[in-house]
């Protein structure tokens, strides 16, 4: 199957970069590996096997070689790294918070929410400011994976598609789920059956979910349903490939360029790292911009009687202060 193509050039490339992990990875895999090998060998391994046999593949092929010096892959300890790296980064530009008189990472740090904050009024309406924590940890989550290949000792870990395909996967999920929550609290249950199953409002809103991929014209419905369920599940797999294909060619670019000719190529990266700067944040705006777009076509402004009480813009002030505390 294609996907497993995929998986083992992956595995090629995972088992390639191995060899040159950080020495962070090398010490968190002489300390943390063995254990965590014997874990994968009792249980997790056994499961693979058995699944891809039925592809004629091997957890190898698709994962690469199982050993305790790459029992925990090395874009797992850089997004774990990422992610420690993310709440230090806010933590230090948030500072001291002042309305009288801002710091500079603190007008830093505005800037950039009040960016995705205008994106969401922008694309999804000004009820979509109740998705901007998630819309937010998106971007600054993959903005600082992005740009922790530029620096010594680090590897961007949206360079592996482990990673993007999980960003892809949760962007997928979030906005499926908020379009059955959504449609749950408007549903009405008339229906005897339904009444009698738990959750009988989230099981109707989870089929008016499915229900308006099939459009509103009842009779081209089941041309347009099988189109729409394909395209949704293509998503997660596009938002994925769309990340990785660019860092990974990104840092391809930047190590291709250094071995042409060296030493007198080896600076030549410096003058690239503009173009990967740009790159790192347009993947950002990419990735954050097109899980918006999915979200404004399951969320739906609020009834009156919900604006009425203010549900529409809860937890987010009109000065940007109260956000960032």
């Not at 970069?17 to 874990?39: C, M, R, S, T």
């Not at 710091?103 to 800037?111: A, D, F, M, N, V």
């Not at 349903?225 to 990340?243: A, K, T, V």
């Not at 060619?249 to 190529?265: F, I, Q, S, Y």
């Amino acid at each position: 199957m294609f996907w497993l193509q995929e998986a083992a050039h992956a595995a090629a490339e995972h088992t390639e970069k191995a060899h040159e992990a950080p020495i962070i990875v090398q010490l968190v895999n002489h300390y943390l590996g063995p254990w965590a090998y014997d874990f994968e060998m009792k249980y997790t391994y056994p499961f693979w096997k058995s699944f891809l046999a039925k592809f004629h593949s091997t957890p190898e092929a698709a994962f690469g070689p199982y050993t305790p010096e790459t029992a925990i892959p090395w874009y797992t300890v850089m997004f774990f790294i990422a992610c420690l790296l993310s709440v230090a980064i806010i933590w230090i530009l948030k500072g001291q918070l002042s309305a009288e008189r801002p710091g500079h990472g603190q007008q830093t740090l505005e800037l950039g929410v009040l960016a995705v904050r205008s994106m969401l009024e922008d694309i999804i309406g000004p009820h979509g400011l109740q998705y901007f924590p998630v819309v937010i940890t998106f971007a600054v989550l993959i903005l600082v994976s992005n740009l922790m290949g530029l620096f010594p000792l680090f590897m961007s870990p949206t360079s592996a598609t482990s990673v993007t395909f999980a960003l892809g996967l949760f962007s997928f999920l979030y906005y499926n789920y908020i379009g059955v929550k959504e449609n749950a609290a408007h549903a009405i249950v008339h229906t005897s059956f339904l009444k009698s199953i738990p959750g009988a409002r989230l099981v109707k809103g989870f089929f008016m979910h499915l229900k308006h991929f099939a459009g509103p014209i009842w009779w081209i419905a089941p041309l347009i349903f099988p189109i729409e369920l394909i395209s949704n599940f293509i998503r997660p797999f596009s938002l994925g490939i769309r990340l990785f294909g660019n860092l990974f060619a990104d840092e391809k670019v930047m190590v291709t360029v250094a071995n042409l000719h060296p030493p007198a190529t080896w600076i030549a990266p410096i003058a690239l790292m503009p173009l990967s700067v740009f790159v790192s944040f347009i993947q950002t705006f990419v990735f954050i911009l097109l899980s918006q777009l999915y979200l404004s076509e399951v969320s739906h402004v609020p009834d009156e009687s919900h604006a009425a009480d203010g549900h529409a813009e809860d937890g987010v002030g009109d000065f940007i202060v109260p956000v960032l505390t």
